[in-house]
């Protein structure tokens, strides 16, 4: 246990090391910050352009996709923010640095986890909470304890899932250098994809992003649960509540694959 | 324009040493278009309003975006701000050629390189399996070529302006988040430019941003008539030539008061 | 038994080749060539507790790679690799606390903090006791003349400053064993200077292991008594400094530059290697004719500009070894 309680000090540690870095360069901070909040707001604003055009998606009206939108943004933020070394990685096997990491005594998931947080991560935060303030003034929800803990839960699971995404795409910089966007059409593409009602796609599409790469499953089943909509795909209520435990265990698998990458890396170092 | 072609060669060649690389960004794109246009064909069938474009125009639009994504000002020159990271800028500011030519070349070639890798087969794998349809007609299609160059001119311009930036504040970031952040919403990647609300266009249309893309689209489309080719060519081109007047000033001053960062 | 067993390491890369120019580009889209390269070739030696061990051989000749099995980030193809009685890439965690590995090129410390808030950082990750820190961080500070680095952020330090910050950074938890890896390179003569004493002192009074791989023969002369050195992957030569000098007869070269174009006069156990512009270089043997010896016998012969002794570059050294041994 005090190992644990450790490796969260050190993590914290890392984290506000590489916070005092970035004010480092206090002048382009806050055109920095504003231009974040501007990108990563563009998919919200173009999801209120779209509603103003269409009126509704699949069935869902404007609030409803945002409370999808606000969970699937946070989630992925939080993941994001937690793995950035993971993010780099590529880089860092390049340039050596990974080979630092390996000769301190640290496990090498905390030392990439707390590698760098940046701001910009964080900013990515604001509109996914807005979306779900916004969502929720609208929404006449039931805020009961089983439905709070399922959001909570439901975000949980979805940054355990992007995380694991992350974790999987550095894994690859240990087969090649190039730099893969393929995952980001996952990680990024799956944000894009799993903000709008998973029943709008075609069903090879759909059946992807809930059994193949379950980004869907963690966000649209437990937000069905919580605003009390039937699911049009028939999943029965307990699923819906189980589902963002899929998420975890994604996680915990990728970080098997990470580790088989680590002893990979140090018996090609390459 | 000699450095030009010599920094589109190397480009060249660098990418198609990465040949993973290259077959994995394609396949991103279509991935992300096919996430679009499904997006958008669910929203046309939640509404039967009349929509100021129809929904196979919105199709096309999208997958000439995916094509031509590379060409957007989405980045500063990575070199160039390593450059003036380490200091290494110093070197650059004592060569002998006219530096703000050089560097706009260096952009243009940038741009040009990646985008052509992507945009011809995207096209194909567009017209073949995804029923993009072709110009609507020859004038069309000759006025969508021209203002596709008038596009990457703009983008080169504006990735030029956003790396004299880099001298004024190190980190550079910020007027790079700034202007992408607005690039991304108003040229039309985002949401095509005329479903934005019909009070918001004349804005919109004043912006630079919708040069990069939306123009160019549009008239592929027909959806911009060839009556209002000269106009919207015309608005590029001043847009062009804006980029290019505010970087040379801003450059010009930056280098009087050089501060050669780490060096 | 020994501290450090190296026995028998085999290591071998497979590279990807490219052909030059835009065909070249192209065709590497379709069909890559590999090549397979010895890295180690059955490396074996062995390391006593404090040692103090160069580590030479031209690029390439596996002195990195061997390094880095031995920090335990590369794991040998076969062959067996001890520290402290442990495999190094078994225990990673447990194995890294014992070292300091200080890599010549790239720093340890974070880029754009303050030196001091990456020797904190280091407190926590090396999990080292309060009063240990505090103690070694005063003592290197003090020592290593790095007082007014501590509150700079590491990007605007010199290079000199720099490594000496980050020597600091790696011995903070006193580990037992030094890995320094080309350490002095690009520094400045008085941080070279400064870091080499260091080191000398660092390993009398506590005992440290020091293992130097360094391109700078004049590092190996003031810190190591031992040295081994490697060429393709293999140790052809491993024992006391003066010992490599006697089998290789190390030639030394003064290179004197005269005030006018005249034929330099040399002492006649000295050999006149090459001359240009007015600048010649001598070569002679140290065992022979000793330095001081030859400078005051060319100084009285010739007017001087300018007169300093240089080490035979590495290269030169390794090839000498292949000749003594062909003899």
Redesign the interface.
Known sequence: MSGVL?SL??YR??LG?SL???M??K??????L??????N???L??IF??F????????WNVYQVAFLYGIVNVSFAVADAMSTGFDLFGDMVK???F??I??????TVL?LGGQELTL?RISRLTPGIAALVFAAMNLELDWSLANSGLLLLSVAGGAALFAGLIVLQATLAFW?T?????M??LTY?GV??TQ?PIN???PW?RNFFTFGVPLATVSYFPSLAIMGVPDPLGTPLWFQYLAPLIGIGFLLASLQVWRFGV?RY????? | MSSYWAILSARFRSLLQYRAAALAGLMTQVFWGLIRVMIFQAFYRSSNAEQPMSGSDVETYIWLGQAFLAALPWNVDTDLRAMIRTGGIGYELVRPVDLYSYWFSRALAWRTAPMLMRAVPLLVFAFVLMGMSPPVSLGAGLAFAVSMCAAIMLSAAMTTFLNVTMLWTIAGDGVMQLTFGLIMIFSGMLVPLPLFPDWSQPVINAMPFRGLVDTPYRLYLGHIPLSEFAGVLAHQLFWIMAFLIAGRIAMASALRKVVVQGG | MSQIVVEDLVKRFRISERDPGMMGAVRGLFRRRYQTVDALDGVSFSIEPSELVGYIGPNGAGKSTTVKVMSGILVPDSGRCEILGRVPWRRRNEHVKELGVVFGQRTQLWWDLPVIESFDLLRDIYRIPRVEYVANRDEFVEVLGIEACLDVPVRQLSLGQRMRCDLAAALLHSPAILFLDEPTIGMDAVSKIAFREFIKRFNEERGTTVILTTHDMDDIEVICDRVMVISDGMIISDGKLEDLRKKVSIERRLVVELEDGAVPAVHPRAVIAGSERGRVDIRFDPDVVSATELISDVTSRNRVRDIFVENPPIEELIARIYEGQGR
Do not use: H
């Open positions: 450790d000090y050190v540690r890392f090391v005092r870095s970035q480092q360069y002048a382009s901070f806050l055109m920095q504003a231009g974040r909040l501007l990108v707001s563009g998919e604003i173009a352009v779209l103003d055009r269409f009126g509704s998606i699949g069935g340039s050596g640095d080979d630092r390996l000769t301190r005594p640290r496990s030392q910009r090649t190039e730099t893969l966007e393929l980001n059409a593409g894009e994809t709008y709008i796609y075609r599409f002893r140090m018996s090609t170092g390459s």
